[in-house]
């Protein structure tokens, strides 16, 4: 079967623009702070806050590692170029080894974690010096498979790209003009040398988008995803994925006690008021 | 006869009255300054939309005594006004309501029938359920008003029909949603499907108006229409900005349409209520 996720990207961009606009006046901003990672995710973000708030009104932080590749450093800084914004590169090398320096046996992962929850450190400290607040930069696919790190690159005060999967991610960034290498590199964390998030996964971005697509948004069984041709391991695989990673996706469970309780019965939008 | 009409699609400061009721003013002096007879606000026009535990506190009565309705009563002099509010009834029950205001009077309100509890939806947890449908008389003729998942449920607008009226007005808060290739969101153009359905089976004017702005996540689309009698789109608002659309009804086409398309003199409704009664004796049927 046919299974199309493309989209309006004309829409699309109408959209995510006044949803950025709103939301950030809205909470008393004018301005935000993406952190450019280099890869296509950020730059989607970094690109319509732009469009929303204005050149002047955005700021980009890389937040290089001594092991980055020199590429992420080089892609956002064609990014910045071409949208002309207000940047900082601050290296987040000395923050984080002393850290790893106190247990010899840190592992790779552990590293990782520690270096995407600096990061967000560093944003979130920009984001009150340059008075603006942090947009998000994860797509559907990460959130819902749970690969990012939580409270790390997983960290916003709104996420304009939650609900594009990778694959529309891509759409929309080559309609929206961000450069090609950008484009066209294999994504990655880039938190150590040679990693990329296919490898790491096991699956394209690709097939799994195809997947989750059915499984979300179409509501297919798991059974109807492989009569369709998905592998069983792979549909069972993804779905066990979502399942466990699904404590990222929301607040902490308060232990309820009192007969009013946050998360369960004090109900209100974020924009209460406004 | 000719009614002109004015469709505000109106975002919402959430859980804001009085920053909302200065808005609905803005927009009445705009419909009046344009020559306008009626003004059609979207669903909780007065309130927003996602209220959840804000309900209590942004409920009003349609009375001359309220803060909010006296100045809307005193601006429905010359200018007919439909808006959607909070009601609390005297037993304090929270109803999603539309109320239609002329000549300083509250000629009728309704409470949605239907609330959607499902997906993004949650208004049966927060509000009370509606239990009237009924059409009513206005200078311009039999009037009937409907909140949006009213009219997803067939009946609604049916009932509105054999109760007289020739105009039915629909408000909403559509959330946007289902981005695909096309160029208009599934969810607009599902109720665009609805509405002029409406307009041909009925052979009536249905005028719908659906809010814009967002709160949180959620985007409204906006889009506000009106389709005359032969189902034919007269005039559509923008989607997802604030707009007011005005556009001039010729009620004469009533009367031309019902001569080459006699659906209402034709409409058996002893068969409907015969086989509903039966249908609905049988209930185990589902």
Not at chain 1, 44 to 65: D, T
Not at chain 1, 148 to 176: C, E, F, H, M, W
Not at chain 2, 126 to 153: K, N, P, Q, Y
Request: charged share 25%.
């Amino acid at each position: 079967m046919q299974i199309d996720l493309t989209i309006n990207t004309s829409v699309a961009r109408q959209i995510l623009t006044a949803f950025i606009k709103s939301e950030v006046t809205r909470a008393g901003f004018s301005r935000a702070v993406v952190g450019l990672s280099g890869g296509i995710d950020s730059a989607l973000s970094c690109m319509l806050a732009v469009e929303a708030l204005g050149k002047e009104n955005v700021l980009a932080v890389r937040m290089p590692y001594r092991t980055s590749s020199p590429d992420s450093l080089e892609h956002a800084g064609l990014l910045i170029e071409q949208l002309e914004i207000p940047s900082k590169t601050i290296e987040i090398t000395d923050m984080v080894e002393p850290l790893f320096a106190l247990d010899p046996t840190i592992s790779r992962l552990r590293k990782g974690n520690i270096m995407a929850r600096q990061r967000m450190i560093v944003l979130y400290d920009q984001s009150e010096v340059f008075k603006g607040l942090v947009i998000g930069t994860s797509n559907k696919t990460e959130i819902l498979l749970g690969y990012s790190t939580q409270y790390g690159d997983s960290a916003s005060a709104i996420n304009p790209i939650g609900d594009l999967y990778k694959t529309q991610v891509r759409q929309l960034a080559r309609a929206l003009g961000i450069p090609a290498p950008i484009l066209e590199k294999p994504p990655s964390a880039d938190l150590w040398e040679g990693q990329t998030d296919e490898g790491e996964l096991g699956f394209t971005y690709e097939q799994v988008d195809k997947l989750l697509f059915l499984l979300v948004d179409h509501r297919y069984s798991p059974e109807e995803c492989i009569e369709v041709g998905f592998d069983e391991k792979f549909v069972k695989a993804v779905i066990r994925r979502v399942q466990r990673s699904q404590y990222k996706r929301m607040l902490p469970p308060i232990a309820k006690l009192s007969n009013r309780t946050i998360g369960y019965d004090f109900l209100y939008l974020r924009d209460w008021g406004t | 006869m000719k009614l002109t009409l004015a469709l505000a699609q109106i975002s919402t400061a959430l859980g804001d009255v009085e920053s909302n009721l200065e808005k609905h003013l803005e927009y009445i002096a705009r419909a009046k300054a344009q020559k306008a007879d009626l003004i059609v606000f979207p669903e909780l026009s007065l309130t927003g939309y996602v209220l959840q535990d804000l309900v209590a506190s942004v409920a009003h009565k349609p009375t001359e005594e309220d803060p909010i309705f006296k100045p809307l009563l005193e601006a429905s002099q010359n200018l007919d006004i439909m808006v959607g509010f909070v009601d609390e009834d005297a037993r304090h029950r929270f109803y999603i309501a539309s109320a239609y205001l002329s000549d300083g009077r509250v000629l009728h309100v309704h409470h949605k029938v239907y609330l959607p509890t499902y997906g993004l939806f949650d208004e049966g947890r927060f509000f009370a359920w509606g239990d009237s449908i009924r059409a009513f008389d206005t200078r311009f003729g039999r009037v009937g008003m409907l909140i949006c998942e009213d009219f997803w449920h067939a009946s609604p607008p049916y009932l509105l029909w054999l109760d007289g009226a020739d105009i039915l007005l629909f408000s909403s808060a559509s959330p946007g949603r289902g981005l695909t290739d096309r160029e208009k969101l599934d969810s607009a153009r599902w109720v665009e499907r609805v509405t002029r359905a409406y307009a041909s089976m009925f052979t009536s004017f249905v005028a719908h108006c659906n809010r814009v702005g967002f709160e949180d996540g959620l985007l409204f689309w906006g889009g506000a229409t009106v389709n005359d009698p032969n189902g034919e789109l007269l005039a559509q608002g923008p989607y997802f900005e604030e707009a007011l659309t005005v556009a001039e009804l010729d009620l004469n086409q009533l009367r031309r349409t019902r001569a080459r398309l006699p659906l209402l003199r034709d409409e058996r409704t002893a068969l409907v209520q015969k086989e509903l009664n039966r249908i609905l004796a049988n209930s185990s049927r589902g």
